[in-house]
């Protein structure tokens, strides 16, 4: 395995040189979308702890269920969501990714991430994934089944939030998953924290831990266990805070995972290393890093990325994104002082790029072949669902995060949001984003090479 990664690598240098990338076009499908307010029941024997979450999100405790409207922010117009916390549950919340291969009945391996969004207040958020099942006849995704992440076996190595129970299931205050492949009857999951590698058997029982290895030496972020304040960015961790692993790619019939940071690194002095992204192979069957690492650069206005997944051998998609969220066509005048009618910081970059990861030049770069633009989708035959498209216009995605995409077939992948419930909008303001899937035929895009 690690000579066939060495060998693509070795032919580039015979490579011809890179075209310009191409944008194609994409067309709606299917639409189909799992409520917002979706919400699952922690196992029988977890801590009370577990079912009311989202009581840290504020500045002081809060105990009281859906006392405090969710918001999504000053910067992005102060608009409240219609869903308040805390939870009387675990939310099913955002999808954070799509796995490769599917499970025997066909549905699909989906992952929630940490929960709220940082380590301090996600202490009661549980960690799990899914088998789900969209259908974009009914325009309804169908929750198979939902298995809640565990460590009874103590291979976490350093001290967990649930801790002194028996059965330790994981939560936000301990890791924030983002990425997940399912290989050989196991899970695996990239997440930001670390960033580590989890190795997961299918009832959620943590089997390894990995941390990260890049040209030899192992690298960390701000939240990783042992990074102490006060700490120096570039010297002292080197990832940024939530800039951990939130696309992991498996490579088909190699079992290498080709693990791709969300952010641009950091060196010292605290700026980053430039506007791409390190991407670093993984051995399953050796259970190691192979030692090599490549570069995703990204396009402009683009800020990291949502999701990694191959499509063949060697081309694979990725989702990359700006930090903008809702609309253009109902943008904020510019300097305009009152926002609760419009978007602020509206989405412009939403893209889903294809990489030939066969195709590296002397510099370590991917070569991107082609996009298409989320922004721009049409639907002639008016497939999406109605209070879910803009007035008039093409279709677009106009969220935050966009963290979830697959190749279906030939001819189609499928894309889905993570909605940060109850903290982002995107369709409507004033109401919380649905968690969205997208059934786009892209034939142009997925036999470009």
């Known amino acids: 395995m690690r000579f066939k990664l060495a060998f693509l690598a070795a032919c580039t240098a015979l490579s011809t040189p890179a075209?310009?990338?191409?944008?194609?076009?994409?067309?709606?499908?299917?639409?189909?979308?799992?409520?917002?307010?979706?919400?699952?029941?922690?196992?029988?024997?977890?801590?009370?702890?577990?079912?009311?979450?989202?009581?840290?999100?504020?500045?002081?405790?809060?105990?009281?269920?859906?006392?405090v409207m969710g918001n999504v922010g000053k910067s992005y117009g102060g608009h409240d969501t219609g869903i308040a916390l805390p939870f009387l549950g675990q939310p099913v919340q955002g999808m954070a990714g799509?796995?490769?291969?599917?499970?025997?009945?066909?549905?699909?391996?989906?992952?929630?991430?940490n929960g709220f969004g940082s380590k301090l207040n996600s202490p009661d958020a549980a960690l799990f994934f899914h088998r789900m099942m969209p259908d974009f006849t009914t325009g309804t995704v169908a929750r198979k089944e939902t298995v809640f992440l565990h460590?009874?076996?103590?291979?976490?190595?350093?001290?967990?939030?649930n801790e002194a129970t028996e059965a330790?299931?994981?939560?936000?205050?301990?890791?924030?998953?983002?990425?997940?492949?399912?290989?050989?009857?196991?899970?695996?999951?990239?997440?930001?924290?670390?960033?580590?590698?989890l190795r997961v058997a299918l009832d959620g029982r943590v089997l390894g831990i990995f941390e990260t290895k890049l040209d030899g030496a192992v690298i960390a972020g701000p939240d990783t266990p042992g990074v102490r304040v006060p700490?120096?960015?570039?010297?002292?961790?080197?990832?940024?805070?939530?800039?951990?692993?939130?696309?992991?790619?498996?490579?088909?019939?190699?079992?290498?995972?080709?693990?791709?940071?969300?952010?641009?690194?950091?060196?010292?002095?605290?700026?980053?290393?430039?506007?791409?992204?390190?991407?670093?192979?993984?051995?399953?069957?050796?259970?190691?890093?192979?030692?090599q690492s490549f570069k995703f650069k990204l396009s402009e206005g683009a800020k990291a990325i949502g999701d990694f997944n191959f499509i063949d051998a060697t081309r694979a998609l990725v989702i990359e994104r700006d930090n903008g969220e809702g609309d253009a066509a109902k943008a904020c005048a510019e300097g305009a002082s009152d926002t609760s009618a419009c978007f602020?910081?509206?989405a412009r970059v939403k893209n889903i790029v294809l990489l030939d990861t066969a195709d590296i030049d002397a510099d370590g770069f991917i070569r991107r072949i082609g996009h298409?633009?989320?922004?721009?989708?049409?639907?002639?035959?008016?497939?999406?669902?109605?209070?879910?498209?803009?007035?008039?216009?093409?279709?677009?995605?106009?969220?935050?995060?966009?963290?979830d995409v697959a190749r279906v077939d030939e001819t189609h992948i499928m894309v889905a949001n993570d909605n940060n419930l109850p903290f982002s909008g995107g369709r409507e303001i004033g109401q919380a984003a649905q968690n969205e899937f997208i059934l786009l035929s892209v034939p142009e895009l997925l036999s470009a090479k």
């Not at 460590?151 to 939030?161: H, S, T, V």
């Not at 924030?176 to 009857?185: A, C, F, H, K, R």
Request: proline share 9%; hydrophobic share 40%.
């Open 231 to 291: 700490a120096e960015a570039g010297k002292d961790f080197r990832v940024q805070r939530s800039g951990g692993y939130e696309g992991m790619a498996l490579q088909p019939d190699t079992g290498l995972l080709w693990a791709m940071l969300e952010k641009p690194l950091l060196v010292e002095g605290g700026e980053t290393e430039g506007d791409f992204l390190r991407v670093i192979t993984f051995d399953t069957a050796a259970q190691d890093w192979t030692g």
């Open 151 to 161: 460590d009874p076996d103590g291979k976490i190595p350093f001290r967990i939030a």
């Open 372 to 403: 298409i633009d989320l922004m721009n989708i049409q639907d002639p035959d008016g497939k999406a669902l109605p209070g879910l498209k803009p007035a008039e216009g093409p279709f677009t995605f106009p969220f935050f995060t966009i963290e």
């Open 344 to 346: 602020p910081n509206p």
């Open 19 to 67: 075209l310009a990338e191409d944008v194609f076009p994409a067309t709606l499908a299917g639409h189909a979308y799992l409520p917002a307010l979706s919400m699952v029941a922690p196992p029988a024997d977890a801590p009370r702890d577990l079912w009311v979450s989202g009581k840290f999100t504020g500045a002081a405790r809060n105990d009281q269920p859906m006392s």
């Open 98 to 113: 799509f796995a490769m291969n599917r499970a025997e009945d066909g549905s699909w391996f989906v992952l929630t991430d």
């Open 168 to 197: 330790r299931y994981l939560t936000g205050a301990d890791f924030d998953p983002e990425s997940i492949q399912y290989l050989n009857g196991e899970i695996w999951i990239g997440e930001e924290f670390g960033p580590y590698l």
